[in-house]
T-cell receptor, first 119, second 116 residues
Framework: ETGVTQTPRHLVMGMTNKKSLKCEQHLGHNAMYWYKQSAKKPLELMFVYSLEERVENNSVPSRFSPECPNSSHLFLHLHTLQPEDSALYLC??????????????????FGNGTRLTVT | AQKVTQAQTEISVVEKEDVTLDCVYETRDTTYYLFWYKQPPSGELVFLIRRNSFDEQNEISGRYSWNFQKSTSSFNFTITASQVVDSAVYFCALSEATNYGQNFVFGPGTRLSVLP
């Protein structure tokens, strides 16, 4: 299997539930990302992991908790979410040069996303 | 701060028409990269092209072409002889350097509808 795979594709959860989103990349990349895409809003970066270390947390509420056990897998653990958290959650990966302080040309490769509905 | 603007929120064209999607960016970096992505109804963002700030040559790939003009900070995307399968949301993005690698700044997207 190639590319970036996300599961589940669709998720409906209540505000008191706990669930997890899973992302797996088969591209040998060293950086993974979570983005949130809400209706009529630009893509919002949530978390970045580079070499399995979290390097960016874009002021995301603590009800979202990421986990990156290795360079191929990324999880987003969800608990006590709010209805406004309903959105498309996209995972992406890229091959970066961390610490170089230069912009690289490695594109992001995205998964199909998980459509989350919080009721 | 970096910023990407896509002034066209939605565009509708009839099949076989040409259409241009506009992208204007702001950055203080001298070295940066620009990208276009396509998001069909399935949800996945598909990478289309990248361009670095030192290469202002226009590029053509089949029915797609890109016009990069550094003087106006624009990176416009033209689809020639559009087809229904081109219907999607198109995002322009700018890559900026950070201490952890790169950070992408996305525009708000342009929804293109190609009618039969």
């Amino acid at each position: 299997e190639t590319g970036v795979t996300q599961t589940p594709r669709h998720l409906v959860m209540g505000m008191t539930n706990k669930k997890s989103l899973k992302c797996e990349q088969h591209l040998g990349h060293n950086a993974m990302y979570w983005y949130k895409q809400s209706a009529k809003k630009p893509l919002e970066l949530m978390f970045v992991y580079s070499l399995e270390e979290r390097v960016e947390n874009n002021s995301v509420p603590s009800r979202f908790s990421p986990e990156c056990p290795n360079s191929s897998h990324l999880f987003l653990h969800l608990h006590t979410l709010q209805p406004e958290d309903s959105a498309l959650y996209l995972c992406a990966s890229s091959q970066d040069d961390p610490g170089q302080g230069i912009s690289t040309n490695s594109p992001l490769h995205f998964g199909n996303g998980t459509r989350l509905t919080v009721t | 701060a970096q910023k990407v603007t896509q002034a066209q929120t939605e565009i509708s064209v009839v099949e076989k028409e040409d259409v241009t999607l506009d992208c204007v960016y702001e950055t203080r970096d001298t070295t940066y990269y620009l990208f276009w992505y396509k998001q069909p109804p399935s949800g996945e963002l598909v990478f289309l092209i990248r361009r670095n700030s030192f290469d202002e040559q226009n590029e053509i790939s089949g029915r797609y072409s890109w016009n990069f003009q550094k003087s106006t900070s624009s990176f416009n995307f033209t689809i020639t002889a559009s087809q229904v399968v081109d219907s999607a949301v198109y995002f322009c993005a700018l890559s900026e350097a950070t201490n952890y690698g790169q950070n992408f700044v996305f525009g708000p997207g342009t929804r293109l509808s190609v009618l039969p």
